[in-house]
């Protein structure tokens, strides 16, 4: 039934695929083994699903002389779209930085009585079927975990694993209640609200829906399979395809496959917040009442895509009575053992395994040892754990790296409760400052041009290679910068972006949590973007003689949507509203002699698509205007950015 070890493989849908009538899910655990266990490994095993698609699945089970051990087990599972049995570039350590395979990772906790399912997602890879990212996902993986707790070396408990998509597929399970499962340890996803970031953000599109499906498009069954479908895709040229736009569906960079090309543009169209958002697999806030009772670890990063994820499934879920962990590190996405992000250094206890008391794990392990085994935890754990950047001496490492700094702090919750939520004001003379304005004053106009919109410079940003890339960065341009232009300017010195900051700071300030502003704006067009992104300015240094401009967090409206995502309304040309504009939340400790900054524009390309200005629907508008719009700073209108200020403690 069972290949031995040396790990060999089985041909697809083998007879150990089916034999889900045996035993009882209510089975305690195995305890922990006095030797660690040998390995064996039932490959490519073909789990049916409710529509008759088979699933390719790796079993990696405890093993001793050669042969699986009889018993039961409880089972650790990852549902994946990027290869069952293949290297995760992820899967390092930060003492091991080469990636390890799947059986390598299967090893660490099979070794400890564990079985460890690895599995192809529906249509990528080995797996039969349609590939329609995010919606199979959560009546896949209940019917994976129907069939696991049915099987003779299952106790019936499950845990599940994974970053990014691979932590979308655990919540898209939990959604639906899936049998058996216990234990989840979600890394840098797992949507909250896909609407308000993974897919769209603020009304926006995200382009990495774009990028992405182009490079997995790469390793999808259909170009494996057609050598000259391959070469095709290999001679996309995707800086020159975005610097075409707007497209057109059939003529676009994913258009040779054309499934992939219909799900991305299902997504950009849907620009209001109708049924299609509310589905299993991308929002799992719909789903927080009836979620199973599952303990839980959200982790992310503050330049990762999922922060917002993160924090509000970990609030949600504490609302709805379950027990949760949130940590937060200053990485990019994925990046728990790297101890930069970008451009920027944070030093070597900033990595997950610096922080965690062992490699990352081996920290995991403990976390499925305490709540699939029942085994008790050898210290505390803080509800949330995040990481403060900021506090570096500011020079430029060996590698050519801001040093930015920061240190590992624990809170008993998400958002912190002493915090101060300080209202900054935007002044006429670029001044950002406590005080309101007085009634006597100007708003800022600029022209915001479709046709040059405003360059991204790291942020959280993921999959956008090779136009972007996440972290933190001088907001400066570069050759390296896809949509810069000699000179290579700082942005602050385009005109459609404004900037706002306070005088060097007396004293030290920490901003731990959402940001939020609230601008009056108008335009002379019936539809535009607003985006505002706050920065840590350095001031002028040795190393960075014009000092160094550090992307925090930004965020982004589309002017339609600002009184419902339900029901947009395009705008009177000229006429004043209040909109709030949201970015996801940061950490960040902003020392004595630099100053807060935010600069507010109307783009932010390619991380987000760009407003035509026109009112056309979502994702098909192929004409553009320039937009004039307007900034309000009176007292009447007194547009400020909300800060949550730490106050000092002892």
């Known amino acids: 039934m069972v290949a031995t070890s040396p790990i060999t493989r089985r041909a697809f849908g083998g007879a150990a695929a089916f034999l889900g009538l045996f035993g009882s899910a209510g089975a305690l655990a195995a305890p922990a083994p006095e030797q660690p266990f040998d390995m064996v490994l039932d490959s490519n095993v073909g789990v049916k699903t409710r529509d008759g698609v088979r699933l390719a699945t790796d079993i990696y089970r405890p093993a001793r002389n050669g042969k699986a051990v009889a018993g039961r087990f409880p089972v650790i599972m990852e549902r994946t779209p990027y290869g069952r049995n293949v290297a995760s570039f992820r899967d390092i350590t930060a003492a091991e930085k080469t990636p ?9 906790y099979v070794s400890q009585g564990y ?30 975990c129907a069939w696991i707790v049915r099987q003779p070396w299952s106790d019936g408990r ?26 989840m340890f979600l890394d840098c996803g797992g949507f909250s609200n896909a609407y308000q970031g993974g897919i769209r953000q603020g009304g926006a599109f995200e382009l990495k829906q774009v990028t992405w499906a182009y490079n997995l498009g790469l390793e999808s069954q259909a170009a494996q399979n057609d050598p000259r479908l391959l070469a095709a895709l290999k001679t996309v040229d995707l800086k020159a395809w975005f610097a075409s736009m707007p497209w057109k569906r059939g003529h676009t960079p994913i258009s040779l496959q054309p499934d992939y090309e219909a799900y991305v543009y299902e997504q950009w169209e849907h620009g209001n917040f109708d049924g299609f958002w509310k589905q299993a697999g991308i929002y799992a806030e719909g789903y927080y009442p009836t979620f199973p009772k599952v303990d839980m670890v959200h982790m992310s990063g503050w330049y990762d895509p999922y922060s917002r994820t993160a924090t509000d ?22 990046a728990r053992s790297t101890t930069h992000s970008g451009d920027v250094e944070f030093g070597p206890t900033s990595t997950i395994d610096a922080d965690g008391g062992g490699d990352f794990f081996s920290q995991r392990l403990k976390w499925y040892d305490r709540h699939l085994k029942g085994l008790p935890a050898k210290a505390a754990e803080p509800a949330v754990r995040l990481f403060v950047m900021g506090g570096g001496d500011g020079r430029k490492t060996a590698e050519g790296r801001l040093n930015h700094g920061g240190v590992w702090r624990s809170e008993a919750s998400w958002p912190i409760p002493d915090r101060r939520e300080t209202a900054f004001y935007l002044g006429a003379d670029g001044g950002l400052r406590t005080d309101k304005p007085s009634a006597d004053i100007a708003p800022l106009s600029y022209d915001f041009d479709p046709s040059d919109p405003v360059p991204t410079i790291g942020g ?16 400066r341009e570069t050759e390296d910068v896809y949509g810069a232009r000699e000179p290579f300017l700082p942005l602050e010195a385009r005109p459609d972006v404004l900037v706002f900051q306070t005088e060097p700071l007396k004293e030290d300030v920490e901003v731990t949590g959402a940001i939020t502003a609230e601008l009056w704006i108008s335009s002379d067009a019936v539809d535009t973007d607003f985006v505002v992104k706050l920065i840590d300015l350095y001031p002028p240094s040795e190393d960075y003689p014009a000092g160094y401009a550090l992307n925090l967090t930004d965020g982004i409206l ?13 705008m009177t040309p000229g006429q004043v509203y209040r909109i709030k504009v949201e970015a996801f939340p940061t950490s960040n400790l902003f020392k004595k002699g630099h100053r807060i900054r935010l600069d507010v524009s109307s783009s932010n390309f390619p991380k987000f698509d760009v407003n035509p200005n026109t009112g056309a629907p979502e994702g098909v508008g192929l004409t553009r205007k320039v937009a004039r719009n307007t900034v309000h700073v009176d007292a009447t209108r007194p547009s400020h950015v909300v800060l949550p200020i730490i106050p000092r403690r002892a």
């Open 558 to 570: 589309r002017c339609r949507y600002r009184d419902s995502w339900e029901k947009p309304e395009m």
């Open 460 to 475: 959280a940003v993921t999959s956008g290679e090779p136009l972007m890339r996440g972290g933190g960065f001088d907001q």
């Open 100 to 108: 390890r395979f799947r059986a390598d990772v299967a090893r660490i």
């Open 158 to 183: 499950i845990g599940t694993m994974g970053l990014s998509y691979a932590a979308h597929t655990q919540m898209a399970l939990g959604c639906l209640n899936a049998p058996g499962l216990k234990a």
């Open 313 to 334: 499934n970990f609030v949600g879920l504490n609302k709805a009575g379950r027990a949760q962990r949130l940590i937060l590190g200053p990485w990019t996405h994925g």
């Open 115 to 144: 079985v460890v399912i690895f599995q192809d997602c529906r249509g990528r890879y080995d797996s039969e079927g349609e590939f329609i990212k995010y919606l199979s996902e959560g009546a896949d993986g209940y019917d994976t």
